[in-house]
């Protein structure tokens, strides 16, 4: 797996039409000067922008490598397409499952950088990059899981080509592993901001765990491969499947200059061996993730999970990073209060949450453009109860609508004169921009979450 490793493939469509977005940006960017708190705002806004562009590119390197990998094991007619008749292969077309929606959200998340990018108004462009935030961790933390996934599965070839090991309990075992990663894929692939983030917590303990099965299995086969009395470049075969993936991509490669020390840290394993913890990376990657963190679209916990994993089995395995490292990525209270996730884990119940784009008028913005990831459902936001009421004029819903000043009363009449002074469709642009400046004077957050349909 390769979630933030450079790539030296062929540049895909999203990646060679990047440098271009990126210069589009930039030139846009040397335009509005120097100077004002206007200025600083809107190339605040940029540069997560810019990093966001570039995390994507960087997390779809991974998945296309994980997408090799999965075509190379398919096709490998000694080893898992061809035992067992072929039941081993419901394991590959499992990974091939998950690496069909990472591959829709990470477009997706594109497409709402792109829409964010034709938005005047700075507040409603990070409110879109930060739409497409949970999509971004859900496939980095994704990408990550399957990474150790293609492991398995690659020992799993090599042992059914040489016959090392039995078919029916390795089959059970494989069936053990994708139980264990179930839950978290499905948590990840629901996109809930709480879920991602809450998954994104656990996944370097659920990687750790996964190290520990894969050594096991690995350690048993071994045996079994000296029990029969293999050719010993057979054995060797065998110990040299390591669990790698996860392990050596999850950041991205060093250049020859510009690193960055994040944390040093040192713990004793199963073995009795001092391990270190220390974390070089480049300094560009420690700046990308800063600006995502402090826009709000990433979340600290999907940071530190990508270095706890980076960093090994003591890391992964124990508690949160240290604070040197805390820092480097910009954690501070202010960080902490961008991704607030309710109040439901506090057993409190969940706020509402708002349409800003009312629902019973969702065929009137779906002929407007607000479709698929820029669906109505994708703008809500959560309000207190009492301002929920407020603004749609109390408790009673239908008597609220007869006052005009009514949320969704007001919102609609907005737009209609706006359309009937232009004389044609608004565009979703033009629509954001209105609904951006009554969000404003309604006090109304603009830090979107996804809604029910």
Not at 40 to 61: G, K
Not at 108 to 124: F, I, K, N, P, W
Not at 246 to 267: D, E, M, Q
Request: net charge neutral; proline share 4%.
């Amino acid at each position: 797996m390769a979630a933030w490793a450079g790539s030296t493939d062929e540049p895909t469509p999203l990646e060679s039409e990047g440098p271009r977005r990126l210069n589009r940006l930039q030139g846009a960017r040397e335009a509005v000067g120097q100077g004002g708190a206007e200025a600083t705002e809107w190339q605040s806004t940029l540069a997560a922008h810019l990093a966001l562009l570039r995390a994507v590119d960087e997390v779809s390197a991974s998945t296309r490598r994980v997408s090799r990998e999965l075509s190379e094991l398919k096709a490998s007619h000694q080893g898992i397409a061809g035992a067992g008749n072929g039941i081993f292969l419901r394991y590959v077309e499992y990974g091939e499952r998950q690496l069909r929606w990472m591959d829709a959200e990470l477009a997706a998340a594109t497409r709402l950088a792109t829409a964010a990018s034709q938005v005047e108004e700075l507040d409603m462009q990070l409110a879109l990059l930060r739409l497409a935030g949970p999509r971004l961790e859900a496939v980095m933390m994704g990408s990550m899981l399957l990474a150790v996934w293609c492991d398995f599965l690659r020992l799993t070839d090599d042992v059914l080509s040489r016959r090392f090991y039995s078919v029916e309990q390795l089959f059970m075992d494989m069936d053990r592993f994708q139980k264990m990663l179930e839950p978290a894929m499905k948590a990840l692939a629901s996109l809930e901001p709480e879920q991602v983030e809450a998954t994104a917590d656990d996944v370097p303990a659920l990687v750790g765990h996964l190290t520990g099965e894969f050594e096991a299995l690995r350690e048993t086969v071994r045996r079994g491969a000296e029990n029969l009395q293999k050719a010993l470049v057979l054995k060797e075969s065998v110990e040299a499947l390591t669990l790698v993936s996860a392990l050596k991509f999850t950041l991205p490669a060093l250049r020859a200059a510009a690193t960055a020390t994040l944390g040093v840290g040192f713990g004793v394993n199963s073995g009795g061996v001092m391990m270190g913890t220390r974390m070089v990376v480049s300094a560009d990657w420690v700046e990308m993730m800063q600006r995502l963190v402090r826009a709000g679209v990433l979340s600290l916990p999907a940071v530190s999970a990508a270095v706890r994993i980076q960093a090994g089995q003591v890391m992964m395995a124990h508690g949160e990073l240290p604070r040197g490292v805390r820092e480097a990525l910009g954690e501070g209270p202010e960080v902490r209060a961008m991704r607030v996730t309710g109040r439901t884990g506090a057993g409190m119940a969940e706020p509402p949450r708002h349409h800003v784009m009312p629902k019973e008028f969702r065929e009137w913005f779906e002929k407007r453009g607000f479709t698929g990831e820029m669906d109505i459902d994708q703008f809500c936001v959560r309000l207190e109860q009492a301002h929920h009421q407020a603004i749609h004029g109390g408790g009673n819903w239908k008597l609220g609508r007869t006052w005009p000043d009514e949320w969704n009363q007001m919102i609609m009449s907005v737009l209609r004169q706006a359309e009937a002074k232009a004389g044609r469709m608004l565009t979703p642009n033009a629509i954001l921009k209105l609904v951006a400046r009554e969000m404003r004077r309604y006090k109304i957050p603009m830090d979107f979450v996804p809604g029910r349909r």
